[in-house]
């Protein structure tokens, strides 16, 4: 069984843009937020394979990998408390709830 | 093994400036936790105390030459200790104006402002001497996630949260696309570190892909133009102190960082990214201008001028030469008390009256002429008058942009400085020439958003005649 | 048989075996309906209110602080796999690191995170 590198870059490369599509589209705020952790786990993967396939002999990509995830997890937190505060202050987290501020 | 972990800890001797501002933000949270009810204003001088204490500390690292630590990972010189410093002094600056805003209306949460702006700053210090995208990716997200917390801090506040959620999932958003960027950079030059990037950077298209999409992620944090949507709707949003600090410390660094990581990773193709910001640079200067005119609110009005600041700023970046960093950095220094003069007067009379509209200030000269004084300083600064500090930091970034034969760029950026001086006297002609029924009553400013206000106002007046500032920023600084 | 010629014996055996004990059982079984036997299972108690609850707000800080904490010892796995090669430098490295995370569930405790409301 020996998968070629291509194959893993067309997988995180389709998974960037479904995450960037997602950002775009959808319309929940937990959905965009859901939309982010797909690209930063194309991200990963693209680090992850490189290291493996690439550059065995440093540990370089794993470790960004280990990063990565680690600031998603952080980011993610704070995120969703943001999220919980927009919806204990207008009872609704659509993205047409959030354009109150125009000139 | 052990001689390795020697050299190792080794490394921190030079990490100065971090290690102190660790120090104060381990000293800043055990104060809040255990000062209690009681000790919430002592907390205040005790935060403020002990960050001047550190920025005063901070002007006596010297290095002399570059120095780096772990392997490269951490890299510092003069230049990037004066960076620092200046980040510090805008950080003491903001601390000053929003002294009054914790007292009263944040009464409850100082400490936690406290300790996340600390924190940021502490992300941006790791941005700026970073010498690997690991150490840049962590600095950045250390900058910014506790900004988005601070972005949020009036939790009843509806257009906070409202802010705070553009702020963050724009932020996540364009950092997951840098970092694609970054993945790519890794997989096609086989190192994070930036020199040895810059070798094993031969111009493949994928290798530019990657630079693209890095290029898109610092546009993000800086605001500029295409990627510059989510400004003003969270300049707007959050409280002002945080605008203030957003608007230019934020701003500053990741210029910084951005004009660093040019210099050293991609250097060898100038000519690529070149094009791309030339570009970038017009639609800034231009669209920051004209949405600027048609503002009402004094937040976002200073919000669409930052962004077309930012464009002056990339200005010094895109010429690549040691000139284009000592204006680059000149600019952000003189930009810091200019900005934070006008955020200084609009979060004194926000406080106290709760008005931030343009008509709201028709009149001002007549009940407070002092602080209509100082914006006018500032307003004339912004706009690049020649007495005032700011022309000549414009000039400066001019004169490194046409030094690289940028006549065109220079031409329009000058066409926008007209344009932007129109919508600065605006402000000024509201406060001293339109007449209200009901202006703005006199208001008493406290002690501390006085001396802060009164730091700006100097910098105003006089920065621009003391050459030695610059003269010391061309010693220090470094090309391609 | 090669192996292929198995798996598809193998697959086909599963498909029908499953099929057709689904069948037989919808053929033989007796059938009856009440509206008892529509409601949700909950212990043989009749349920009360709707099963569509929602969980209290309040979970959401423990759940983050959960996340944090557990992702954050991510970082001790490569710590752990050198540790004796890296000696007490290490240690002392990864005992500040403990410390900083400590002091974030200090904080988090005093400011009263921790208490259930």
Known sequence: MNVPVEF??????????????????????????MSIE????AVNINFVVFNRFLFPEKLEGYMYGLFVIIVAAAETAVAIAIIINVYRNMKNIDVDSIKELKN | MIETLKDYYSGFAIMNQELTLVLVL????????????????????AAI??????????????FGGSQEAFAGMYVTSDMHVLVKNILNIGTLLVFFFAHYWNKNENRNQSGEFYFLTLSTLLGMYLMVSSGNFILFYIGLETASIPMAALVAFNKKNRD?????????LTAAFSSGVMLFGISLIYGSCGSLYFDEVANAFQGLPVQILAMVFFMAGMGFKISLVPFHLWTADTYQGAPTSVTAYLSVMSKGAAAFTF???????????PEIWQNILWWIIVVTITVGNLFAIRQKNLKRFLAFSSISQAGYI????????????TSTVYYIFIYLFTNLAAFGIISNIENQTGKVGMDDYNGLYGTNPKSAFIMTLAMFSLGGIPPFAGFFSKFFIFAAAAEQGQYLLVFIALLNTIISLYYYLLVVKAMFINKSENPIPTIKSDNMSIIGLGICTIGILILGFISPIYEYMTSISFGM | ????????????????????ALVIAMLISPRSTNEQKGEPYECGIPTRGTSWMQFKIGYYLFAILFLMFDVETVLLFPWAVIMKSLGVMGLCSVLFFLFILVLGLAYAWKKGALEWK
């Open chain 2, 160 to 168: 906070s949260a409202e802010a705070a959620a553009k702020y963050i």
């Open chain 3, 1 to 20: 048989m090669s192996s292929g010629e198995i798996f598809i014996v193998v697959f086909i055996t599963a498909i029908i075996l499953v099929s057709a």
């Open chain 2, 259 to 269: 004009l660093c990581i040019l210099f050293k990773a991609f250097h060898n193709y």
């Open chain 1, 8 to 33: 893993y870059l067309v997988l995180s490369t389709l998974l960037f843009f479904i995450g960037v599509y997602g950002f775009i589209v959808r319309k929940n705020l937990i959905g965009i937020l």
């Open chain 2, 26 to 45: 381990i000293f800043v949270l055990l104060a809040d936790l255990f000062l209690g009810e009681k000790g919430k204003k002592n907390l205040q001088f």
């Open chain 1, 38 to 41: 797909l690209i930063l786990n």
């Open chain 2, 49 to 62: 105390g002990s960050f001047a204490l550190a920025t005063i500390s901070g002007f006596t690292v010297s």
């Open chain 2, 314 to 325: 990339m200005l010094g970046v895109i010429s690549g030469s040691p000139l284009g960093m």
